[in-house]
C-alpha cells in the first residue's frame, strides 16, 4: 500500500488550505488513518485521526480549526485546515495503521505567513 500527500502550499495567516491522502488500496481496510506533522527543530506530533469506524481526534492546537474526512469511494483521507496560523507551519504527514502494519506517505509542506 502507497499513501500520497497532496495539498500543501504557502498561505497568509487566516487562511485555508485542504491536504489530500490518496491510498492505493481501499481506506476501509484501515483501522485509522490521519496525519502527523513535523516543524522545523520540532518532533513528529499527531494532528488529526480517524478511525474506521468514523470517529474522530484532533490536537488541542487544531481543534475547531482542522476537519478530517475520508472518502471510501476515492481511497482518500482528507484534513481541512482553516484559520490557519504561523504555527501551523510544518511538513504534514499522511499515516495509515492496520492491525500489523504502519503505513506513512510522503510529506507536504504546509507554510502560514503573518
Known amino acids: 500500500v502507497q499513501l500520497q500527500a497532496f495539498g500543501g502550499g504557502s498561505v497568509r495567516a487566516g487562511g485555508f488550505l485542504r491536504l489530500s491522502c490518496a491510498a492505493t488500496d481501499s481506506i476501509l481496510r484501515f483501522t485509522l488513518m490521519g496525519w502527523y506533522r513535523q516543524a522545523p527543530g520540532k518532533e513528529r506530533e499527531n494532528v488529526a485521526m480517524v478511525a474506521d469506524g468514523g470517529s474522530t481526534s484532533y490536537a488541542d492546537s487544531v481543534k475547531g480549526r482542522f476537519t478530517i474526512s475520508g472518502d471510501d469511494r476515492e481511497n482518500t483521507v482528507y484534513l481541512q485546515m482553516n484559520t490557519l496560523k504561523p504555527e501551523d507551519t510544518a511538513v504534514y504527514y499522511c499515516?495509515?495503521?492496520?492491525?500489523?502494519?504502519?503505513?506513512w506517505g510522503q510529506g507536504t509542506l504546509v507554510t502560514v505567513s503573518s
Open positions: 499515516n495509515a495503521v492496520t492491525g500489523r502494519q504502519n503505513y
